[in-house]
């Protein structure tokens, strides 16, 4: 069964401080894998898009690693800000649908 | 401004009584689809579409309709919504029929109550 998932559920952190959220996936076969950011209220908006042959993709703060032999990736958040208060996830394509992992809740503190 | 527009934002109903969410896109994308939102759940799928007269159902289609007269819109219908269908609903689109490489576009969700 294709399946998404997500560690930690929730994540607490000081304004400033880095930190790593992971995703592990059995989806098969495997097109790419996305990180979206979703702030409360708000649609998801992607962070991310990486193909099978893509080890890393940084966009800005946010850096996505991939280790498709291991099916897993992270997404490294970098000297967070209040704005980065928001889930987190990951979604995984086969070659035509995505699977949505159940996010990662992220809120810093100031 | 490139969006997706769901209407309405909020919406309490009651069971039985027979609703729409309207969601249009001004990307001219060719695929769109519903999403549901649940607590503890990932998005799941509702319907989608690849292109006009073009819909198909997704993991969780029963108590959904869907039209896609027009590449802009793209409606979900509830017909007799039950309590059980109280939830967090999304529209996205995405530039081309296949969803290997693209990004889809999210709307800003429709919080639906059925009571």
């Known amino acids: 069964k294709n399946q998404v998932e997500q560690s930690p559920q929730s994540l607490i952190i000081l304004e400033g401080k880095n930190c790593t959220l992971q995703c592990n996936y059995t989806v098969s076969p495997f097109s790419n894998l996305r990180w979206y950011k979703q702030d409360t209220g708000r649609g998801p908006v992607s962070l991310t898009i990486m193909t099978f042959s893509e080890n890393t993709k940084s966009n800005g703060r946010y850096t996505a690693t991939l280790d498709a032999d291991t099916k897993q990736s992270s997404l490294h958040i970098t000297a967070s800000q209040l704005s980065d208060s928001a889930s987190y996830i990951c979604v995984v394509s086969d070659t035509d649908k995505l699977i949505f992992g159940t996010g990662t809740r992220l809120q810093v503190f100031p | ?115």
């Open chain 2, 1 to 115: 401004e490139a969006q997706v527009t769901q209407n309405p934002r909020y919406l309490i109903t009651v069971t039985g009584k027979k609703l729409t969410v309207t969601c249009s896109q001004n990307m001219n994308h060719e695929y769109m689809s519903w999403y549901r939102q649940d607590p503890g759940l990932g998005l799941r799928q509702i319907y989608y579409s690849m292109n006009v007269e073009v819909t198909d159902k997704g993991d969780v289609p029963e108590g959904y309709k869907v039209s896609r007269k027009e590449k802009r819109n793209f409606p979900l219908i509830l017909e007799s919504p039950s309590p059980n269908q109280t939830s967090l609903y999304f529209c996205a689109s995405s530039p081309r029929t296949g969803l290997a490489k693209n990004i889809q576009y999210f709307g800003a969700g429709t919080r639906l109550s059925v009571l």
